[in-house]
């Protein structure tokens, strides 16, 4: 019959970005994770490269409030109270790649930590793991814009990546970023023109297009996962058509799937919470890494196996790897 | 796909000799390609160029249906790559493999399980789509009685699971009423099974796991054979593989407009519990148009249910929730009103910050047709008449006692106006949905 594979050409081929400065770079990461370097829809071997697996990063929080989901807390029992010992675990337990710091107690309308306080914490933490760094801010602009300054310095040439920017406040997580060659983790609202409109911006601000990396929002499953997925799809689409402005690793934060009740409350309906749980998290990552995301932050230990291992599968006989 | 003009004029006549009312073969092409007019209307067409442009017509992947009645199933007719360019048509459909060699009370338990996998997600019924009854016991009576014992007990179709031609035809006997899925035909069993599929007019499966080159072969020679409806079975392979086998074949059919591909897909997954559970999520996402389950354990399936809603929403078509007064965190007749758009995303988002406040408090869902605030306002979906319509409507007024509603942020300009027409006084919200717990507690305080 004499089937002919029908393959596309893309043009296009997304940026890498150098997460984690080692020793020979001026830092002191143990190692560096490239993300992006795709030139294809992912997992589609035969017509283009997909250098490295979805990498995954853990998230750490330096305050774990009341309303963390207890499924999600059992793993990390007597450690969850230390960022550090958390972190340590991940790295060591759990294999994670890097670990996303997102630095809570700094909102001004809880604990309200001072920007130096969040550095000496970042300082603590580079010591404790040796694999890339993400810092993530409360989200207050103004307190980040300070905090982020701090930390920055503190991480001089780790090459971490700082979040987020968004279009209001981009201008000084940028300068903060720069100042110390970090990345910059740039978020928009599920809208493939406000992502690259960012992009724009930062480009135009001074900002180097291979230290950005996209979060395009993630939904959870169930509360608006369609739109994401369809997002990056479309986003991953016009990058392998050319648009530079989009050329960026994707980055999907899964830990969005625990706001749902589906994911963590009892209900014999819903069946095995313990089970279902993780899955609901799996399903969501799942979703973002066959859409084109680069990199997942992820929370429970169960569902990042899942999704390694699946993204194992993904990449088995694919051909030159 | 369908031809152009120019590709139907190489296909008639060109004798312009105007029998079918159009002046000449070019025009007549012309109207046939926008189907103002029909082949029947030209005498002198061949019997190739009429079967080659009958074919045209049909869409690149063929609407396959299992089952009668209400809870027939539909697979395949897909012509999207990417659920953004349209949408994707027939969602996966889920079914649970039951051997012929279980006991009475297995069995009965397996049917029971499968028949009570459902939920209410969203407004819609989700649930397991078919039961497929495999011969493993190596008797045709055994198989064919499993056949009847699961039927008894359910409505949803059947698969067939058999390499067996006498098989399938006992099986059928007792079931082809109900228009059975029959897997599968083979290299080597394929003009028995074809003809008990036309026959019995049933759906067959192509299975052919050497690939697509020989599985194409297959499926040209059951169509010759008079099958129409046929399914695809590439056999079991690694994950990626099958991946981008389903791609491929896609690719093939929907792009291509490849016709001996242009089936829907059945795929049996791995025996492994979770695997099955995530392998399941790709193909949901990835072009499986229909997926066999060993295990439907509810921890597994009630998340790929949602997945599946998810994915197989319609692009052009928001979700939409009911448009009611809901109680969140148990209100009483003091808890503050809200009220926000019937777009299931505005709707999930404000409910679950809400939740969040642990703030009781009424949330009045407007029905703006699926728009979210501001473009509900500018499409003027979203009036002060309408808030107060839903309202009444609603029995609010009945069960809270206060005067007070809080309007959406980015609504504020409509404060004096919905204060005119529901004689409740405004209180301005924030503007983005995350400030709610802030807002809800402050007001609490008193603040």
Redesign the interface.
């Known amino acids: 019959m004499g089937v002919q594979i029908p393959k596309e050409k893309w043009t296009g081929k997304i940026r890498e970005f150098r997460f984690g400065a080692t020793r020979e770079e001026g830092g002191t990461r143990s190692k560096q994770i490239i993300l992006g370097g795709v030139s294809t829809m992912p997992f589609l071997y035969f017509e283009g490269e997909m250098p490295h697996e979805p990498v995954i990063a853990m998230e750490v929080i330096d305050v774990v409030r009341k309303d963390y989901p207890q499924i999600a807390r059992e793993p990390f029992e007597g450690v969850i109270e230390s960022p550090t010992e958390w972190a340590k675990a991940c790295v060591e337990q759990h294999g994670a790649d890097a670990i996303c710091l997102k630095l809570h107690s700094t909102n001004p309308e809880e604990e309200n930590k001072s920007p130096e306080e969040a550095g000496a914490l970042v300082k603590e933490m580079l010591k404790a793991v040796s694999v890339p760094l993400m810092i993530y801010g409360c989200g207050n602009v103004e307190k980040d814009a300070k905090v982020m300054q701090v930390c920055s310095d503190v991480a001089k040439g780790e090459r971490c990546l700082l979040g987020t920017a968004d279009e209001d406040s981009y201008k000084s997580i940028s300068v903060a970023s720069m100042a110390n060659d970090h990345g910059l983790v740039g978020f928009s609202n599920l809208d493939i023109n406000l992502a690259k409109q960012l992009n724009i911006l930062l480009t135009d601000f001074g900002f180097k297009p291979e230290n950005i990396v996209m979060d395009p929002l993630q939904a959870g499953l169930g509360y608006g996962l369609e739109y994401t997925h369809s997002v990056i799809e479309r986003i991953r689409l016009a990058a392998l058509m050319g648009d530079q402005m989009l050329q960026m690793p994707i980055v999907c934060d899964t830990t969005v799937a625990w706001n749902s009740r589906e994911a963590k409350i009892e209900n014999p309906e819903w069946g095995d919470e313990k089970l279902r749980g993780p899955f609901w998290e799996a399903t969501t990552a799942l979703s973002a890494i066959t859409a084109g995301a680069d990199m997942l932050i992820m929370r429970h230990p169960k569902a990042i196996k899942m999704v390694r291992d699946t993204a194992k599968e993904l990449a088995s006989n694919g051909g030159e790897k | 796909m369908a031809l152009t003009a120019i590709e139907i004029y190489k296909l008639l006549p060109k004798t312009n000799c105007g029998k079918c009312g159009v002046p000449t073969c070019l025009a007549f092409a012309m109207k046939l390609a926008n189907k103002q007019a029909e082949l029947s209307a030209c005498p002198d067409v061949s019997e190739d160029a009429k079967t080659t442009l009958e074919e045209s017509a049909q869409p690149p992947i063929r609407l396959v249906k299992v089952g009668t009645g209400d809870n027939v199933v539909e697979m395949g007719n897909e012509t999207e790559l ?3 360019e349209k949408t994707f048509y027939h969602p996966t459909a889920y079914s649970l493999i039951i051997e012929d060699t279980l006991s009475q009370e297995e069995l009965d338990a397996k049917v029971k399980e499968a028949n009570e996998l459902q ?1 209410e ?1 969203v407004g819609q019924i989700v649930k397991l789509n078919m039961i497929a009854v495999k011969s493993s016991s190596g008797d045709s009576v055994k198989f064919a009685e499993a056949v009847k014992a699961v039927m008894s007990k359910t409505s949803l179709p059947l698969i067939l699971i058999s390499d067996k031609p006498d098989f399938i035809e006992e099986a059928l006997k007792v079931s082809s009423s109900n228009r059975p899925l029959i897997h599968a035909a083979n290299k080597d069993n394929w003009q028995a099974m074809a003809n008990l599929a036309k026959n019995y007019n049933c759906p067959l499966v192509a299975f052919e796991d050497r690939g ?3 599985l ?2 297959l499926t ?1 020679s059951i169509k010759k054979a008079g099958v129409e409806d046929i399914m695809l079975d590439f056999g079991k392979k ?4 099958t ?2 086998l389903l ?2 074949i896609r ?2 059919s929907a ?2 407009n ?1 016709r ?2 242009g089936y829907p897909v059945i795929v049996r997954l791995e025996s492994d519990p ?2 099955e ?3 399941s ?2 193909f949901t ?2 072009y499986a148009a229909a997926l066999m389950f060993n295990d439907v ?8 249910f ?2 599946r ?3 197989y ?1 319609d ?1 052009q078509v928001p979700i939409q929730v009911k448009p009611e007064l809901y109680e969140i965190n148990s209100p009483d007749e003091n808890s503050p009103l809200l009220f926000t758009t019937n777009f ?2 505005t709707y ?2 404000v409910a ?1 910050d809400i939740e ?1 406040s642990k703030i009781p408090s009424y949330l009045q869902v407007i029905d703006t047709e699926g728009l979210s605030v501001m473009t509900a306002y500018a499409a003027g979906k979203l009036t002060p008449e309408m808030v107060v319509e839903a309202l009444e409507k609603s029995g609010a007024s009945q069960k809270i006692k206060h005067n007070n509603i809080i309007i959406p942020g980015m609504l504020a300009r409509m404060t004096i106006k919905l204060k005119e027409k529901s004689g409740r006084e405004v209180l301005v919200g924030p503007r983005e949905s995350s400030g709610l717990p ?1 807002y809800l507690k402050g007001l609490a305080d008193g603040k």
């Open positions: 990417f659920r953004h939920y997600r697509l080159d020989e194409a072969e040209q690694p994950l990626g593989e991946m981008r791609t491929i690719r093939l792009k291509k490849f001996p591909l979770e695997k559970a995530l392998h999520a790709i996402m990835k354990s509810r921890w597994k399936m009630f998340p790929l949602t997945l809603q998810n994915i929403t692009p299931s995303l999930f988002t679950g969040n802030k």
